[in-house]
């Protein structure tokens, strides 16, 4: 190779080497395609993998510590939402290269899989994963058919206001044979379109009641005591349950493995008339 050429080049790798991820999923993302030691800096709500815990913790979902990431020398950056933008905004000014995904359909969350890997030069391995984890959708979706009914299914996402739940996870509830009572409202890209009063949801009476917010630990009695839910389906028949956030509301992996997972067990159960046990310590039934 021409000298003057290998100079220029040896000014950066090909590929990122030093990465920040200023949410959970890209880096969920990395570690499972073999490339969590390419991450230098992690948010402070990741949860997944636990060994990603021990890295430097950079940022909330709103907030960033500019000073730290900067500390650490990343050649990448990535994030989630345009509630990031502005983060990403102030590491672009910065000199820092920054991706932000804002993926909110099941195939927009399989390309930013693609894509995640595509930037560090793992792209077969990205690939792979995602063939992995739609093949858990398929065989999802295969289970559904064989269910006695689609039961009708309200998924919150936060309790006040009342929000439905995000794009993906109303589609996640459809694809294992629920219903979605408020599906008209996962077109909106944010969660400003997905506020219903509780006296609406009550109307359209759900036979089952999956919450997860965001965060926080959904309580029975804050749901069973709405204006009008004394006689909702799912209260009646105590369909009640809860899915942790970081299994559903991250959109990555998580949701299109464990989370999908366990709103199958709870739509299934909801479909066959059953009734899945309340998990020690939890105020809401559980899969």
Known sequence: MNGRLS???SSAP????????????????????????????????????????KKPRVSSFLDA?????????????LGFSDLQADLGRELCKRGVPVY??????????????????ALVGRAEAADALAAELTANLERHAEAAEALPRRPRIFFEEWHEPLISGIRWCS?????????DVCRESRASHGAQGRIFTPEE???RNPDGVIASWCGRKAKRD???????????????DDQLYEVKSSYILQPGPAALSDGVDRLARIVGAIARGEKLPVPRGADLRGA
């Open 7 to 9: 100079e220029l080049l």
């Open 14 to 53: 090909p590929y990122p080497r030093r990465v920040v991820c200023m949410t959970e999923e890209t880096t969920e993302v990395l570690y499972r395609i073999g490339a969590g030691e390419l991450v230098v800096g992690v948010s402070g709500f990741t949860v997944r993998p636990p060994e990603a815990r």
């Open 65 to 77: 510590n500019f000073e730290r990431i900067l500390e650490l020398k990343p050649d990448l950056v």
């Open 100 to 117: 932000l995904f804002n993926q909110r359909s099941v195939a927009e969350i399989l390309q930013a899989v693609r894509l995640t890997g």
């Open 171 to 179: 589609e996640l509830v459809e694809l294992v044979g629920g219903e």
């Open 201 to 203: 949801v009550a109307r």
């Open 222 to 236: 804050k749901i069973a005591a709405r204006p009008g839910w004394e006689t909702v389906r799912a209260v009646v």
